[in-house]
């Protein structure tokens, strides 16, 4: 527990009761920014525009703090410094409670998708880091150093090495192994650290405390029983819930995968679509998944005596995958826990058929979709090989404007690209990108080998294949792949699966 003790043992080595609130200002200041882009990621994504939103309203709300910090210290004690924790703490709190809310308004907000992460990440994060600016200034004034500039060089270095601190703790302890709402908790307290030696400021802030602790605890306990397992990962969070007979992953709040609880398939129509390679050749035998989520389609044709590779960078999916989706290696299946293009890239094997399953609605690994990237998938696959690419866009208007990008990018290697959108609608929606490697195909063919084909009905599914131009449409590479801007048309709009 923490106690005045800590706060005695800390002075006893050297250190002041202030330099402990600069570090701490430090400490909490950086791990709220980490934070924030957790907070946002189901929402706004984890683009370019999210982060630069994150550090350009942290690095205003800091220097807002300094300014107006510098101006009023004058005279000030470490009692009025004090009062700057209490507010952060306070304010931490009422992020925690009322930040859903918040974030589900600004999302509805008349703003330019590439902007509208600014409005959330200055309600929920300004306040709490413009109030730790103060702390710095006001350190400074109470100092007992000769020189301003020796007391400024020094919290300069306490509050830099706060924040390093911040930066290393929350990425690879916090957010790792601990939900965000006791990593609220943990800031929130860490605020009034410099305050356990004084107990009149302690009697103030208790009640306040015991409030809030209370309520989190009431609110942890009324949690939806659908939900039947969290964890907080290195790369997203991550939900399976349960409902109406079906079993849901979601990661950073999207839906990935999906089954029925009583094990008669699972219930999304777009995975009928990855069996059109079967119709395009009919020697398929060694086939690669590069994206797992609940592994599914692996599960699926492994369980056809295909022998399938399965890649998946993120190991607590893996871990969710078997608890939940009844994942389990055998003779047909092996998984690899690893970037796909990483594992492109060390392996000797060759397929018959790759699907690049690893693309969010608003999150999209740039490397996973450059012309270098699909030169490699090209040279992965045997002479006749088929290239799967499952993307999130709209079939036509602005929303497809990835869409259209990818398609110039996989037809810029690969001797024929086929675009299938898999429903009839406006809304952003799976797209199959079909790519092949020396060899063309028309639907006619396709029809008469869908009436011969056992393991499904796919008659829909080549009845969806589009004539696509994706007109001037750029060819993403490693020097130059903004998908962030290509995918802010999707951006709050509504996506849907199935």
Do not use: C
Request: without cysteine.
């Amino acid at each position: 527990m923490l106690s005045g003790d800590f706060v005695e043992r800390f002075v006893d080595r050297g250190f002041t009761k202030i330099d402990l609130a600069v570090g701490v200002s430090g400490i909490v200041s950086m791990g709220l920014e980490i934070l924030a882009g957790r907070v946002l990621a189901p929402r706004f994504g984890s683009t370019i525009y999210t982060w630069g939103s994150i550090i350009g309203v942290s690095m205003l709300a800091l220097s807002l703090g300094y300014l107006h910090g510098g101006r009023t210290s004058y005279g000030a004690s470490f009692r009025d410094l004090e009062k700057f924790m209490v507010y952060t703490t306070g304010y931490i709190f009422f992020v925690m409670f009322a930040g859903e809310f918040l974030l589900s308004a600004a999302a509805g907000l008349p703003v330019p998708p590439r902007y509208a992460s600014i409005v959330p990440v200055a309600v929920l994060f300004g306040p709490p880091t413009y109030f730790l600016g103060y702390v710095s200034p006001y350190a400074a004034q109470l100092s007992s150093k000769d020189t301003k500039g020796g007391a400024s060089g020094h919290f300069y270095a306490v509050g830099t090495a706060g924040s390093i601190l911040g930066a290393f703790g929350t990425t690879f302890l916090l957010v790792p192994f601990v939900p965000t709402d006791w990593i609220y908790i943990f800031f929130a307290s860490l605020t009034l650290i410099p305050l356990l030696g004084d107990l009149k400021a302690l009697k103030t802030v208790s009640p306040f405390l015991i409030l809030v602790i209370g309520a989190l605890l009431i609110t942890s306990s009324s949690v939806s029983g659908e939900t039947v397992y969290t964890d907080s990962t290195v790369y997203q969070e991550l939900k399976v819930s349960d409902s109406d007979g079906v079993r849901t992953l979601y990661l950073d709040g999207q839906p990935q995968s999906a089954v029925y609880l009583n094990g008669s398939g699972y219930p999304w129509k777009y995975l009928d679509f990855f069996h059109l390679p079967f119709l395009m050749r009919d020697d398929v035998e060694d086939v690669l998944f590069i994206g797992g989520g609940g592994f599914v389609g692996p599960q699926e044709f492994a369980g056809m005596g295909y022998d399938v590779d399965a890649v998946e960078l993120d190991p607590g999916v893996v871990k969710a995958a078997q608890q939940y989706f009844n994942l389990s290696e055998g003779p047909n299946l092996q998984v690899f826990t690893q970037d796909g293009r990483e594992f492109l890239r060390e392996t000797n094997n060759t397929y018959d058929v790759i699907y690049l399953d690893a693309f969010k609605k608003s999150q999209v690994p740039f490397h996973l979709t450059t012309k270098e990237f699909m030169q490699l998938v090209h040279d992965r696959t045997d002479r006749n090989g088929v290239v799967v690419s499952n993307i999130i866009s709209t079939s036509s208007g602005p929303g497809s404007k990835f869409a259209k990008a990818e398609y110039a990018t996989m037809s810029s290697v690969f001797e024929s690209t086929y675009f299938f959108p898999t429903r009839e609608t406006g809304l952003a929606q799976n797209i199959e990108l079909v790519a092949m490697k020396n060899q063309t195909v028309n639907q006619s063919v396709l029809f008469e080998r869908a009436d011969s084909y056992k393991r499904k009905n796919l008659t829909d599914e080549v009845s969806m294949m589009r004539n696509f131009s994706s007109g001037d449409a750029m060819v993403l590479t490693d020097d130059y792949a903004p998908v962030e801007r290509l995918l802010n048309p999707l951006v709050g709009r509504d996506y849907v699966v199935g």
